[in-house]
């Protein structure tokens, strides 16, 4: 089992930039999918990106492509966030998410991922 706690969120103008992270609890950390999800008000949560057990291999919504990129240091437990040139429609609240599958395929649906954090809210204001 692991446990997850988000950071890193908060209010920035649109344009700006932050970095959120995820601390993994637990010796295991490596052997998760993670992925990153979010939640805006009255909406699904959803598929934001996602990056495989080694970190050579990350995966984004179109939304974010090119704007945010994932990353992880299995040393240390933790995945990361970097969101850049955030819009108004960025705001959420942002959750990180671990997948305990034997498979090396990142998905995106967020049913198939075991393990939550409690999720860190990220506000852009334009």
């Known amino acids: 089992q692991v446990q997850l706690v988000e950071s890193g969120g908060g209010l920035v103008q649109a344009g700006g930039s932050l970095r959120l992270s995820c601390a993994a609890s637990?010796?295991?950390?490596?052997?998760?999918?993670m992925g990153w999800f979010r939640q805006a008000p009255g909406k699904e949560r959803e598929f934001v990106a996602g990056?495989?057990?080694?970190?050579?291999?990350?995966y984004y919504a179109d939304s974010v492509k090119g704007r945010f990129f994932i990353s992880r240091d299995n040393g240390k437990n933790t995945v990361y966030l970097q969101m850049n040139s955030l819009k108004p429609e960025d705001t959420a609240v942002y959750y990180c998410?671990?997948?305990?599958?034997?498979?090396?395929?990142?998905?995106?649906?967020?049913?198939?991922?075991?393990?939550w954090g409690q999720g860190t809210q990220v506000t852009v204001s334009s």
């Open positions: 998410a671990a997948d305990r599958t034997l498979s090396p395929v990142v998905r995106r649906t967020s049913a198939a991922y075991d393990y």
């Open positions: 637990g010796r295991t950390f490596s052997n998760y999918l």
């Open positions: 990056i495989s057990r080694s970190g050579g291999s990350t």
